[in-house]
Nanobody, 122 residues
Framework: QVQLVESGGGLVQAGGSLTLSCAAS????????MGWYRQAPGKQQRELVA????????QYTDSVKGRFTISRDNAKNTVYLQMNSLIPEDTAVYYC???????????????WGQGTQVTVSS
C-alpha cells in the first residue's frame, strides 16, 4: 500500500503564502498523477485544485490559476503546492491524492492523505 502524509497547513492572513507538501511512502512501484483537492467548510464534495502528471504536465482549477503552483520531486515521491495571494475563499481542508501502483502486477489505485487545514483570515 501507499501512504500519503501532508504537511504545511496553517493560519495565514489574506495576501499571504503557504506551501503544502505531501510525501508518498510504503510499497511504491510507480506513481502516475499527483494532485491536491480541497473541501471547504459546509461543502460535502472535494474540489480538484491542481494536478501534475508523472511528466510534470499541470492543470489548475480556474480560481487558483496564477496564484497556486503545483510541483513534484519524483526522486522523493513528493508533491508540493505553493499557494500565493491567499484569499479567505481558499480556506479548506487540503487533501493530497495520487494514482499509483504499489507493485508491478497490481492495478493502479487511488490514494488519499489525511488532510491538512488551511485557514485564511480577512
Amino acid at each position: 500500500q501507499v501512504q500519503l502524509v501532508e504537511s504545511g497547513g496553517g493560519l495565514v492572513q489574506a495576501g499571504g503564502s503557504l506551501t503544502l507538501s505531501c510525501a508518498a511512502s510504503g510499497n511504491i512501484f510507480r506513481i502516475n498523477d499527483m494532485g491536491w483537492y480541497r473541501q471547504a467548510p459546509g461543502k460535502q464534495q472535494r474540489e480538484l485544485v491542481a494536478v501534475i502528471s508523472s511528466g510534470s504536465s499541470t492543470q489548475y482549477t480556474d480560481s487558483v490559476k496564477g496564484r497556486f503552483t503545483i510541483s513534484r520531486d519524483n526522486a522523493k515521491n513528493t508533491v508540493y503546492l505553493q499557494m500565493n495571494s491567499l484569499i479567505p475563499e481558499d480556506t479548506a481542508v487540503y487533501y493530497c491524492n495520487c494514482n499509483a501502483q504499489s507493485r508491478r502486477w497490481n492495478p493502479v489505485s487511488t490514494y488519499w492523505g489525511q488532510g491538512t487545514q488551511v485557514t485564511v483570515s480577512s
